[in-house]
Each structure stands twice: as C-alpha cells, then as structure tokens.
C-alpha cells in the first residue's frame, strides 16, 4: 500500500503550528525545531505506509523529539545544549504525547517580540505558526525570496542570541506587542483569504487558524476593542466563502455574490462584536475595517450598500492609520458612493507595484467606458496575479469588455 500521501499533507497543514511551538518550547531553537519536524513528516511517509497511526500527532512530537536528541547529542558544545537534551530524555521516557499543549500563543508572542523589526515579526510567525514558505511570504510583501530568507535567518538567530522568552507576556506588557501580533494574525488570515499562489483561491485552513488565535487573543484580554475588531473582521469575511468562487474555479466579486450562500452565523457573530466594540468608545483601524463589512454584510444587495458611509469610514480610516491600501479602497468606494469618474480622480500615485491597484483601476475605467484603457489595466493586473482563480476571472472581465 503506498503511504497515505494526501493524508500526511492535511495533517501537516492543520497542525504544523501546533506541533512545531511544542517542539520550539522544549527545544529554544527554531532551527532545530523545525528541522526535526521536517524529518519527522518525512518519516511519516516511510513508516505509516497502511494508514495513519492511532495518535498521529503523538507519534511525529516523539520522533521529532528523538531527532534531537541525536543531533543533541552529536553537537561538539554539548554542556550547552545538555538541560534540552535532559528535558528530552525524560520526556522520551515517559513514552508516546498523548496530550499535546497548544504552545501557539506563546510562539505568537515570543516571534513578535519588540527586539525584532516589525516585519521580520510579522514574516517568522507566518513561517513557523502556519507553515507558509519563504516565497509566500515573500511575495506577501512583494520581497525576493531570497532577501525573505535572509531576514527569517536573522531574526531567529536574534531570539537566540538575545535570550528572548518563551512566553505569552503579562498585561502591562501587551500594549508594546498586541499590534504586531494583530497584524501577523490578520496577514495569515488574508494569505488564507486569498493564496497568493496555486490553484486554490481559498486556504480556509489558514482562515481558521487565525480566526482560532484571535479567539484565543480575546479569551486571554476579553473586551479588547482592537482584538474585538480583528475577530469581528476575520468572521465577516469567511462567511462570504461559499459564494466567492464559481462552478468554474474562478472568483466572483462581491458584486456578483449570492448572498443567500453567505454564513448567516458567522455574520451575527461577527456583526455583535463590532458592534459591541464600538460600544466601548476607542474606534481602531481592525474596527473601522470590521464595520465596514458589516455594512456590506447588512446590504440586501450590492447595489443597496451604503457606499457614502463607508466612504466616510475610510476618510477616518485614512485619518488614523494612512496607506496607500486605504486611499486606494477609499477612491473604490467613492467610484460607486458618487461616480466612477470621482473615484478615478480619488486612486492613489505610485502604486504601479501593487496587483489591486490595476485590478480596481481596470474596473473603474470599465464602468467609465474607457474600454482601451481598460484593456491595458486589465492586462497589466492579470500579469501580476499568481492565483488561478482570480486570473480566470480578471480574463474574463477583460473578454467581456
């Protein structure tokens, strides 16, 4: 029988995270962690060749313990690494993990700590809490995957050299490391939202998790406006996944969505903590966002959205936490809340790097008749798009030109 290929891959997606901040816990070194994890689902494939064991997170915690050991102990500065390897030992005595810790908000917190720059916070908790590669990363904040390596190699030499805990920090020091460790949770979210490569639109593995974090996060610091934003915002989101692609693959715009398809549990959810965080009086980038989309969740259609508040919710939203991305999601919703030549007038400069930009240049100038032009955008917004799905459907916006 071969070995259960497919099976091996969905637990590698579902409880790398897991599995490796345990490892990260007992070990103090990623590197090392890692690549004993790595080893283990490769043994996997060897070992489990008639079906997966009874406990088959148990089984890659020990093997993945035991290639530790050995590399522990084969390591010249052993008296260094020797309380790791006591620690190992004794828990190899103990027998098969039947109770496996869930480490991840640990892992979260000691990745997003304020001795790293923010991005290489962001970039390591992506590595190793989700399993995404260097070049998913990488393309996520348009690096070369080479220079993402680089920065995920120094960061975690830095936590070593540095001495930095393993642990979820006390409240008075959370104010210094929530925001990162919001903005990593919610780019794992976006990267689950819309895979920035292969064939699949929608990791709804990834969306999960994040959403399971932010859970964590709020049962940890309950009535946390911001936290509140992030999960209401997240939720809002994924109950618009079963409308989002078409019997085609190809993705459907909000436009064009069956609203009946959209969770309506996951939508009260989400629309009773927004709401209940705006009632506390401390309005956030994650709330604004979040509000936004619960008023596309409460529109009956998308042509009953009221484009003119959230128009005014980005003027606030620029107003507290600027970029390019909001000016940008700004100038669409002008296009719709006025017209489209407003919202042409309204799209940000120097945004020829970013995929989104020409996608929503390309719309506008469609429902202004601009058709050449259109055209152009259009081609240059399919060139950058690495996902299948929404480049069958941007190929199909421009045929239908």
């Not at 998913?136 to 975690?156: N, V």
């Amino acid at each position: 029988m071969n070995p259960p290929r497919s099976e091996i891959a969905a637990l590698m997606r579902s409880d790398w995270g897991r599995l490796l901040s345990v490892l990260i816990c007992d070990l103090r070194d990623f590197d090392l962690a890692e690549d004993c994890l790595s080893e283990a689902f490769s043994r996997a494939l060897i070992h489990w060749d008639k079906g997966l064991p009874r406990n088959p997170q148990g089984w890659l915690i020990q093997t993945a313990r035991r290639r530790a050991i050995d590399r522990i102990r084969h390591i010249k500065t052993r008296d260094a690494k020797l309380p790791d390897l006591t620690l190992l030992l004794d828990q190899d005595a103990e027998g098969m993990v039947h109770d496996i810790p869930d480490e991840r908000l640990r892992l979260i917190f000691t990745a997003c700590h304020p001795a790293l720059d923010e991005k290489s916070r962001i970039a390591l908790t992506l590595r190793t809490l989700c399993g995404l590669t260097t070049g998913e990363i990488a393309r996520a904040f348009l690096d070369k995957e080479a220079t993402m390596g680089q920065r995920l190699s120094r960061a975690k030499t830095k936590i070593s050299a540095a001495g930095i805990p393993y642990k979820v920090p006390e409240p008075e020091d959370w104010e210094d490391r929530l925001q990162s460790v919001l903005s990593v949770i919610y780019l794992i979210f976006n990267e689950g939202y819309s895979a920035s490569s292969g064939d699949a639109q929608i990791r709804h593995d990834l969306c999960e998790e994040a959403i399971f974090l932010a859970r964590q996060l709020d049962n940890l610091r309950p009535n946390v406006p911001e936290i509140m934003g992030l999960l209401a915002l997240m939720l809002l989101g994924h109950a618009r996944s079963p409308a989002r692609l078409g019997t085609d693959g190809a993705s459907i715009p909000l436009s064009d969505q069956d609203r009946s398809l959209w969770s309506k549990k996951l939508s009260v959810e989400g629309i009773n903590i927004i709401q209940s965080a705006l009632r506390l009086g401390r309005p956030g980038p994650f709330q604004l966002q979040a509000a936004i989309s619960a008023i596309h969740t409460e529109a009956p259609s998308f042509a009953d959205t009221n484009w003119t508040e959230i128009t005014l919710i980005y003027t606030r939203l620029m107003e507290i936490a600027p970029s390019k991305v909001v000016e940008l999601n700004r100038a669409v919703a002008i296009s719709f809340a006025a017209s489209p030549e407003h919202g042409f007038r309204a799209l940000p400069q120097d945004m020829d790097h970013y995929q989104s930009y020409h996608a929503a240049r390309a719309d506008i100038l469609r429902r202004m008749d601009c058709t050449d032009d259109a055209h152009t955008a259009y081609d240059r917004a399919i060139e950058m798009t690495i996902n299948t799905a929404d480049r069958q459907f941007l190929i199909a916006r421009k045929t239908s030109l």
